[in-house]
């Protein structure tokens, strides 16, 4: 079955890095487009990046342009979240989430749901 | 960005009673709509696709119409394991934006 594990959340600072990891297992992970959804204390969904099944295209909510970058391993089947100069706003659930296979929008993305969630990742942020 | 709004942001109802949740575009996104639900301290679940594609596993009283800019998501008669909350997502173009929550109780 289809499992997503996050990991490397904590406490942080503002101004400080982490990075987020997203280990996937039970499908076929090159064959994907991955993202990153954050959800802050009691708020609603926040999409954050999506990656291309193999890396080439990239794509970031204006929230974290700049300082957030997502990458992917596809030899090692994970996704990962690095998040430099970090504020007090970024405190949330991480998620990541795979994309349903599915026609391509404008930016070259599917347009399938968000078929499988890992469990989240705490980030806090603390000064 | 393409805005989503969601009405009502909670409702209350009793078991049984057909409950619908309405979703707008901003502009209008075809049938590229995708309905999550999302139980306390739980991740989001996807119940419906593609406006009117219901997952493999979700009951049938969960359906979903509309295309363009407007939507629904229905419960046809809830049950006291659908409190949660209820986002709608569209994915017809890059990025992805959700709407703000619809938070269903059970009276």
């Known amino acids: 079955q289809v499992q997503l594990v996050e990991s490397g959340g904590g406490v942080v600072q503002p101004g400080r890095s982490l990075r987020l990891s997203c280990a996937a297992s039970?499908?076929?992970?090159?064959?994907?487009?991955m993202n990153w959804v954050r959800q802050a204390p009691g708020k609603g969904l926040e999409w954050v990046a999506v990656?291309?099944?193999?890396?080439?295209?990239?794509y970031y909510a204006e929230s974290v342009k700049g300082r957030f970058t997502i990458s992917r391993d596809n030899s090692k089947n994970t996704l990962d979240l690095q998040m430099d100069s970090l504020r007090m706003e970024d405190a949330a659930v991480y998620y990541c989430?795979?994309?349903?296979?599915?026609?391509?929008?404008?930016?070259?993305?599917?347009?399938?749901?968000?078929?499988?969630w890992g469990q989240g990742t705490l980030v806090t942020a603390s000064s | 960005d393409i805005q989503m709004t969601q009405s009502p942001s909670s409702l209350s109802a009793s078991a049984g009673d057909r409950v619908t949740i309405t979703c707008r575009a901003s502009?209008?996104?075809?049938?590229?709509l995708n309905w999550y639900q999302q139980k306390p301290g739980k991740a989001p679940k996807l119940l419906v696709n593609?406006?009117?594609h219901l997952q493999s596993g979700v009951p049938s009283r969960f359906s979903g119409s509309g295309s363009g800019t407007d939507f629904t998501l229905t419960i046809s008669s809830l049950q006291p394991e659908d409190i949660a909350t209820y986002y709608c997502?569209?994915?017809?173009?890059?990025?992805?934006?959700f709407g703000q929550g619809t938070k269903v109780e059970v009276k």
């Open positions: 989430a795979t994309t349903q296979i599915d026609d391509y929008d404008y930016s070259g993305y599917p347009r399938g749901g968000f078929d499988h």
């Open positions: 039970g499908f076929t992970f090159s064959s994907h487009t």
């Open positions: 990656i291309s099944y193999d890396g080439n295209k990239k």
């Open positions: 502009q209008s996104i075809d049938i590229y």
């Open positions: 593609a406006a009117s």
């Open positions: 997502q569209q994915s017809y173009n890059t990025p992805r934006t």
